[in-house]
């Protein structure tokens, strides 16, 4: 597999399959599935999604739970993740490779994304702005660190990995036809179920 960017390679090589075991659990489970009840309170059922940057499924396993019917799809660049992904999703299911090379033929009631947009460049943001509204039928939940300008953070001893800005903003001002529905913001040291200090948005399509 090629890439575009080197955050690509970063995240489909061996830091992306660390990152797997960094990733799992119950309480982690649990934090999601309080996360997702409040985040998608406001959309009502939901009977198809994709997720983009799934890993190995945390994300989809809690939303699976709330929506037991639902028919689960998703991108993942790290072949390690995605193989563990096909223990919750039909491997039919899964798009194993870059979101910069995502070009959705269908479309979805929820498209979701969380904790996936800090780490693309940001030169190639406008990209995937475009792919999340694509594939939307609906609505998209944008669930990221938020910042009210742009600025790069260091990762983990690594630079030009993680990057902070008003995503959301800017996913609003390309198209006119999205509405913010809610938004919200869970946080790291919450005693019962911690997130990673989230932003979310839920916005709708009513164009």
């Not at 997720?51 to 639902?70: D, Q, V």
């Not at 940001?122 to 944008?142: C, G, H, N, Q, T």
């Not at 903003?169 to 938004?183: C, I, K």
Request: proline residues 4%; charged residues 25%; hydrophobic residues 40%.
């Amino acid at each position: 597999m090629t890439f575009k960017t080197d955050q690509e390679a970063f995240w489909a090589g061996e830091f992306g399959t660390e990152y797997i075991n960094r990733n799992i659990g119950d309480a982690l489970l649990a934090s999601n599935l309080n996360f997702f009840s409040r985040a998608l309170a406001r959309a009502g059922r939901i009977n198809n999604c994709i997720e983009f940057g799934a890993n190995i499924g945390m994300n989809m396993r809690a939303l699976r739970i709330l929506y037991p019917e639902l028919d689960g799809h998703a991108i993942e660049i790290n072949p390690q993740a995605a193989e563990k992904l096909a223990e919750v999703l039909p491997a039919a299911n899964i798009y194993q490779q870059s979101i910069l090379d995502f070009s959705p033929d269908r479309q979805w009631e929820l498209t979701l994304i969380k904790g996936v947009l800090i780490h693309i460049n940001p030169e190639w943001l406008v990209k995937v702005y475009d792919a999340l509204y694509r594939s939307s039928s609906r609505y998209i939940l944008l669930c990221e660190y938020y910042n009210p300008s742009p600025v790069a953070i260091n990762y983990r001893g690594h630079t030009d990995r993680l990057f902070k800005r008003d995503f959301c903003g800017e996913l609003l001002d390309r198209h006119a036809d999205l509405q913010l529905v809610d938004y919200g913001f869970a946080y790291r040291r919450d005693p019962a179920f911690p997130q990673d200090d989230i932003t979310w948005f839920l916005i709708e399509k009513r164009g």
